[in-house]
């Protein structure tokens, strides 16, 4: 029999599941930034409280980086999608009545928002906005801010939270990247209005789109200046150029109708998601009528797809946030 000392100690079920959840899942989790350690494993969640699978209660501050806002499984939201089910689901044709009441809900929260579509996520939103600007100048390059995030796909997937060497320089967020993609990428300087106009005099008529988070919360909520955001809307219009928002994380938070609501400036495109449906992945973009006829669904030349888009279940869970319309 081994001594007291040299007996393996007994594994608690969360340290087996985090250790399964290793041999199955790259380092166990699903996104990179879950990666913390433990508690790793977890089996409910109400409110503000969630329990991991040894049973201990925590008090969730992360909230899932804001999209449980009105807390996990919040009854009014569960009930709202519980009422789709045996009603609808996901149909591959036409329109379903839902997604007609979510996209007049948002245009009435949203105002700079003429007409809309629904993704599955922020990443899915703002590569719609980003080729959506392309498409519609015709310019090949992106300006976008250190430290400000919009997902992960190949247009913005760099300069976020750099180290001191790795900021204004080269950063991409990931290797495999075409290294013409991180390049039609261009990086400056948030709530330096002088860094910007360095690049838009470096780049003249070549910049397609300005994107950036209103309030930059991936690098600390740094709070925008009023005379920045002003200068971005009046550059962005003098040059021809599409001023994306990205009110993933501030969007239906900040205010109902996000940041933009709160300091009175009109992007052309606008994309959120996250808060949208309470933890349900739905997420979406609009904006400028002449922009979002650019899409092939309107006759345009901007492929719209998406066998999830606009998936009439989830979008229940926008109904338990706000009226009963
Ligand atoms: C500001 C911002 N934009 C876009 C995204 C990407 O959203 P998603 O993770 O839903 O793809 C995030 C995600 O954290 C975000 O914070």
Not at 95 to 100: D, K, R, Y
Not at 103 to 126: C, F, K, N, Y
Not at 182 to 201: K, R, W, Y
Not at 259 to 277: N, R, V
């Amino acid at each position: 029999m081994p001594s007291l000392s040299t007996a393996t100690p007994v594994a608690t079920a969360g340290e087996e599941k985090r250790r399964k959840a290793v041999r199955l899942i790259p380092g166990g989790v699903n996104s990179a930034t879950r990666n913390v350690g433990y508690p790793a494993a977890f089996s409910h969640a109400r409110g503000s409280t969630i329990t991991d699978s040894d049973g201990r209660e925590f008090v969730d501050y992360h909230c899932a980086f804001g999209a449980t806002l009105l807390g996990h499984n919040d009854e009014r939201v569960n009930a709202a999608v519980a009422e789709t089910f045996g009603t609808i689901d996901l149909i591959g044709l036409g329109v379903t009545e839902l997604e007609i009441q979510a996209a007049q809900l948002v245009q009435d929260l949203i105002p700079s928002v003429d007409m809309s579509i629904t993704t599955m996520s922020g990443t899915e939103s703002t590569f719609q906005a980003v080729r959506l600007a392309r498409a519609a100048t015709g310019r090949k390059y992106v300006l976008k801010f250190q430290g400000c995030f919009h997902g992960w796909h190949d247009a913005v997937a760099r300069n976020v939270a750099s180290s001191a060497e790795g900021a204004w320089g080269r950063d991409p967020l990931s290797a495999g990247i075409l290294d013409d993609a991180i390049d039609a990428t261009l990086i400056a300087e948030f709530n330096d209005l002088g860094s910007v106009q360095e690049v838009f005099d470096r780049y003249p008529d070549q910049i397609a789109a300005v994107i950036l988070e209103p309030v930059p919360h991936n690098v600390g909520a740094l709070l925008p200046i009023d005379a920045f955001l002003r200068g971005l809307r009046e550059l962005c219009t003098t040059t021809g150029t599409v001023l994306i928002f990205d009110e993933v994380i501030t969007g239906f938070r900040h205010a109902p109708g996000g940041y933009q609501e709160l300091c009175g400036i009109a992007p052309d495109l606008t994309a959120y998601g996250k808060a949208m449906g309470n933890g349900f992945p739905v997420a979406g973009m609009g904006g400028r009528r002449d922009l979002m006829e650019r899409f092939n669904s309107a006759g345009g030349d901007v492929m719209l797809a998406g066998t999830y888009n606009g998936n009439p279940r989830i979008h229940g869970s926008r109904r338990g946030h706000h009226d009963s319309d």
